[in-house]
């Protein structure tokens, strides 16, 4: 794993590359006591000459810029960001998949490590990268998605963290989850706070709707995370010459859609198979 602490200067210095292994941090650490951390995930991917690719590592540095100076972060640089996760990467190319059999999932974190037993963002911070092997996030190949949508928890709120990745947007979403995946459902799609009639995001992904030539995705206000693999796909479908959109999408349009997918790091492009209202399949 790489690790890299920042200086007392504010900045972070060269970091280095380590055994995976635990961390000793202390109980008033603003991580554990406030949730100041933020969690980025990237692939390599192994290619049939034996090289390893990354998608776009610089907008998952950008993204981690924005989201610490959400939550009162220093940052490091898109350059000490990048560099870290190829170190990491080639430390660890021999755990790499075979090409088409998965990918090695890497996950920078940037952490306030510091003691703060008062409220306020911690003295000192930690910017960390390690990896792991992986395969496909849903079982099945190329299996669709069966989602159920939520209209009593929400994922975030305007004028919240929903738009950056913040640690702790995650927890909240597991008691939803829990309940669609002992339902039978793959995953949960989450409406917004206010008017509770316009869908947002899946929990781990972003999500499309197409009907003829025009692919929608609910527009980034803040509440929903701006994915590298949503923009992605929306410059790529733009250039193949579909009209893309960024706006609010009615629940009631999933009826008339002609497909939908999910988009993100982790799931890739996952086709949706059924969606789930109010008992309505």
């Known amino acids: 794993m790489y690790i890299n602490k920042r200086g007392i200067d504010g900045d972070f210095d060269k970091g280095l590359v380590t055994r995976y292994g635990a961390l000793e941090l202390s109980p008033s650490a603003g991580v554990l006591n406030y949730g100041q951390g933020l969690l980025e995930g990237i692939k390599a991917y192994r290619t049939e000459d034996d090289r390893l690719l990354l998608f776009r590592p610089d907008q998952n540095a950008l993204r981690m810029k924005m989201g610490a100076e959400r939550i009162c972060m220093p940052s490091p640089s898109v350059e000490t ?67 159920t949508i939520e209209d009593e928890l929400h994922r975030a709120t305007p004028g919240g963290a929903g738009g950056v990745k913040s640690i702790t947007n995650y927890a909240p979403v597991l008691k939803g989850i829990s309940k669609a995946k002992h339902e039978g459902y793959s995953e949960v799609l989450y409406l917004d706070s206010v008017h509770k009639k316009y869908i947002e995001e899946v929990s781990c992904c972003n999500i499309f709707v197409i009907k003829g030539n025009v692919i929608s995705t ?28 960024e706006r609010a999408i009615a629940v009631d349009e999933l009826e008339d859609a002609g497909e ?12 949706v198979g059924t969606i789930t209202y109010q008992g309505k399949r």
Do not use: H
Not at 224 to 242: C, F, H, P, V, W
């Open 81 to 147: 960001f990048v560099d870290a996760v190829k170190e990491t990467a080639l430390a660890n190319k021999r755990w790499v998949p075979p090409p088409g059999k998965g990918s090695l999932y890497i996950r920078p974190l940037l952490m306030g490590t510091g003691a703060v037993l008062g409220f306020a963002p911690a003295p000192d911070y930690t910017f960390l990268v390690y990896c792991s092997p992986v395969g496909n996030y849903f079982k099945g190949t190329f299996a669709s998605l069966d989602l």
């Open 218 to 245: 609910p527009a980034a206000s803040g509440t929903i995370l701006e994915g590298i693999t949503r923009k992605s796909i929306m410059e790529i479908a733009s250039d193949q010459g579909y009209q893309v959109e």
């Open 260 to 271: 939908v997918f999910c988009t993100g790091t982790a799931v890739g492009v996952a086709p």
